[in-house]
């Protein structure tokens, strides 16, 4: 059996904000374990924040966003509306990708 990667929690602050990064993070659906890379999150003092996923592609290191989704189905009104919930992992933008990457290696392995 492999061994499991431990999870591990690290946190900074600087003069720009609050940066944290949890390693070895679990992405699930339900019991089901979709990926498995770090969590980074900075908080900037201006009061917006990075919600962020670094995972491995091809040997490189992939910054993704988790994007929320919900579908509403509405028929005629004499059937219910139904819906669904659900979540996606998305790529960012290529200079918050460069810019996310640098905070996050600074962070020492």
Same mark, same amino acid.
């Given at each position: 059996m492999a061994k499991e990667k431990q999870q591990t929690f690290?946190?900074? $602050?600087?003069?720009t904000g609050k940066t944290t990064l949890v390693r070895g993070f679990k992405l699930m659906n339900?019991?089901? @374990?979709?990926a498995v890379g770090d969590h980074l999150i900075v908080e900037h003092n201006t009061g917006n924040s990075d919600d962020c996923f &670094?995972? $491995?592609e091809?040997?490189?290191p992939k910054v993704k966003r988790l994007q929320m989704q919900m @579908? &509403? +189905?509405?028929? +005629?009104?004499?059937?219910?509306a139904s819906s669904a919930f659900g979540a996606t992992l998305v790529d960012?933008?290529?200079a918050d990708e460069?810019?996310?990457l640098a905070i996050y290696r600074t962070f020492s392995k």
């Open positions: 690290e946190e900074r $602050q600087d003069q339900g019991e089901q @374990v979709v &670094i995972f $491995q091809k040997g490189q @579908v &509403i +189905s509405t028929p +005629s009104p004499a059937v219910p960012v933008p290529a460069k810019r996310l």
